[in-house]
């Protein structure tokens, strides 16, 4: 079956990316508890690059698939979890990386390495972490996971809070009547 990555952010209504979110569908792993738990033998670099016993995982499709069963659990320890075993991967950084970033309405829209759409608000904060000189924004996902901004998402951001009065107002953004903190 072949695949469609959807369409440029900035050529949709927040009303086309809504849609195209719902219908989003993922595996129920909330509702799984496997009786196995093991190694994945796994690793996603903080550049987004996954791993499996070393060598890079190059198929989108695989990324895709492995990053639709992917959870973190309270402690911070991130799994890949399937209906019968539940297999433990390393996270350098953040589970998926913000490649792009666009205002739509009243809202922050996020595209990630694996395509997934997430816009920003109740459920899917921004987190600012680092330092006031390197700063890192992270965007919650889904199941605890989150996505690390990269420097040209970053820096889309920041042009839509300049835009937006961020000198003024303590470089805060809002997205569907949440405010985020830009700056740690």
């Not at 991130?78 to 075993?85: F, K, R, S």
């Not at 589970?95 to 694996?114: G, Q």
């Amino acid at each position: 079956m072949p695949y469609d990555p959807p369409p440029h952010l900035a050529g949709l209504t927040l009303a086309e990316i809504a849609a195209l979110v719902e219908t989003r569908q993922l595996p129920p792993v909330e509702s799984w508890s496997p009786a196995k738990v093991g190694e994945s033998h796994m690793v996603i670099a903080a550049d987004g690059t996954w791993f499996h016993e070393g060598g890079a995982i190059r198929r989108e499709a695989m990324v895709r698939a492995f990053a639709s069963l992917l959870t973190r659990d309270d402690a911070g320890h991130h799994w890949l979890v399937t209906p019968v075993e539940k297999l433990a991967i390393e996270v350098e950084d953040a589970a998926f990386i913000a490649t792009d970033c666009v205002r739509k309405d009243d809202a922050l829209v996020f595209r990630l390495n694996t395509d997934d759409l997430v816009i920003a608000g109740p459920g899917h904060a921004l987190r600012a972490a680092g330092t006031a000189e390197e700063p890192a924004l992270y965007l919650h996902v889904r199941r605890g996971c989150e996505a690390r901004l990269n420097r040209s998402t970053w820096a889309q951001l920041a042009e839509i809070a300049l835009a937006e009065g961020a000198e003024d107002n303590g470089w805060q953004v809002t997205s569907r009547g949440e405010a985020f903190r830009l700056l740690p």
